[in-house]
Antibody
């Protein structure tokens, strides 16, 4: 069974750093792109970027380029999303999802349960 | 930057047909996908490659494409279909992915 399990909710202060994770199982982790999607409270889905764990090829949305870093450790089948200095506006639910069909612009067939990040002083 | 445009809301009575549109200049070149999201849950894929339905998705969900607009149609809407629906596609060069703003489907 394909599963994406994300790390737990986080409460951080502005200016702090953070790295959240997404562990894949039940499939060949290095053969599928993993994307990250932001959903701010009461708002829609926003595509942040995507990584191919097989060779760490990474693409970012122009809106998130330079704001976050996406990485992966294929030895433990885990993808990451990290911030070096959080802002209150980073408060959101973050989803990881597997891109089907071996393409960076394909549809997402499996999603993680989401990680809620709250940034507040 | 590239955008996909959806109506904010659509309302239908049970048993009627709901149509949700998504417009974007690159849609003639790029596939569109549709997701259903219920409160407190992760999105679920309901249509891929404009009109294909994943296994397990009811036949009342269908998709179509015409020029710069794609449409998600839900025939014989049921109360359980009340949710937010999002289209997804890519820019014309395929460099990055974009989601539409989402449409809230209300079943009256």
């Amino acid at each position: 069974e394909v599963q994406l399990v994300q790390s737990g909710a986080e409460v951080k202060k502005p200016g702090e750093s953070l790295k959240i994770s997404c562990k894949g199982s039940g499939y060949s982790f290095t053969s599928y792109w993993i994307g990250w999607v932001r959903q701010m409270p009461g708002k829609g889905l926003e595509w942040m970027g995507i990584i191919y764990p097989g060779d760490s090829d990474t693409r970012y949305s122009p809106s998130f380029q330079g704001q976050v870093t996406i990485s992966a450790d294929k030895s433990i089948s885990t993808a990451y999303l990290q911030w070096s200095s959080l802002k209150a506006s980073d408060t959101a639910m973050y989803y990881c999802a597997r891109s089907a069909a071996g393409t960076s612009r394909g549809y997402y067939d499996y999603w993680g349960q989401g990680t809620l990040v709250t940034v507040s002083s | 930057s590239y955008e996909l445009t959806q109506p904010p809301s659509v309302s239908v009575s049970p048993g009627q047909t709901a149509r949700i549109t998504c417009s974007g200049d690159a849609l003639p070149k790029q596939y569109a996908y549709w997701y259903q999201q219920k409160p407190g849950q992760a999105p679920v894929l309901v249509i891929y490659k404009d009109s294909e339905r994943p296994s397990g998705i009811p036949e009342r969900f269908s998709g179509s494409s015409s020029g710069t607009t794609v449409t998600l149609t839900i025939s014989g809407v049921q109360a359980e279909d009340e949710a937010d629906y999002y289209c997804q596609s890519a820019d014309s060069s395929g460099s990055y992915v974009v989601f539409g703003g989402g449409t809230k489907l209300t079943v009256l």
